[in-house]
């Protein structure tokens, strides 16, 4: 009876030990599909900042700089330098910030130089109301922070 019961303990222990090793082993295809995907966005990104560096490089519009940050909102604020500016975000939109990020340099001639964001995620109420009763929740990210551009002279 002893023999049998340390036999069961055994494969019981055997059994716990194995259990995290097979259930890494059942989501391993879920992960590298989504790895897959990640890598391959990478890819995409690393291809347009290569296309984006090997653009000419323009004279600087300041004129230029300042109306494309309309977009951006009110609370964009433009410190301007002699070789360079400082942009301030206050939560921006994360398309507004993209289009302006992609159109800066063709429009202005700015090159950011330095970027120091943080990602803010609000929760809004979209006023609808689900089968519980309560209203259905969306997040809202927006980024803030500064951008330092460099300005060809």
């Known amino acids: ?14 059994g716990l030990a194995i259990l995290p090793a097979w259930r890494t082993l059942k989501a391993a295809p ?3 599909a989504q790895l897959n995907a990640q890598w391959q966005r990478m890819r ?16 600087f519009n300041e ?3 300042r109306a494309s940050l309309a977009p951006l909102g009110p609370s964009v604020q433009l ?6 500016a400082e942009l301030r975000l206050n939560s921006t939109p994360p398309e507004a910030l ?3 990020l992609l159109s800066s340099r ?3 001639g700015a090159v950011v130089r330095e970027a120091q964001l943080q990602r803010n995620t609000v929760i809004a109420a979209s006023g609808q109301s689900g089968k519980s009763g309560q209203g259905d929740q969306q997040d809202q ?3 803030s922070g500064r951008l330092l551009l460099d300005l060809p002279r």
């Open 1 to 14: 009876m002893g023999l049998t019961a340390a036999w069961l303990m055994l494969l019981a222990l055997m």
């Open 30 to 32: 879920a992960e590298h």
């Open 44 to 59: 995409v990104l690393q291809a347009q900042s290569a296309a984006l560096l090997k653009q000419p490089m323009r004279a």
């Open 63 to 65: 004129d230029a700089l």
């Open 79 to 84: 410190h301007m330098g002699e070789q360079s």
């Open 98 to 100: 993209a289009l302006w």
């Open 106 to 108: 063709r429009e202005s």
């Open 141 to 143: 990210t927006h980024w």
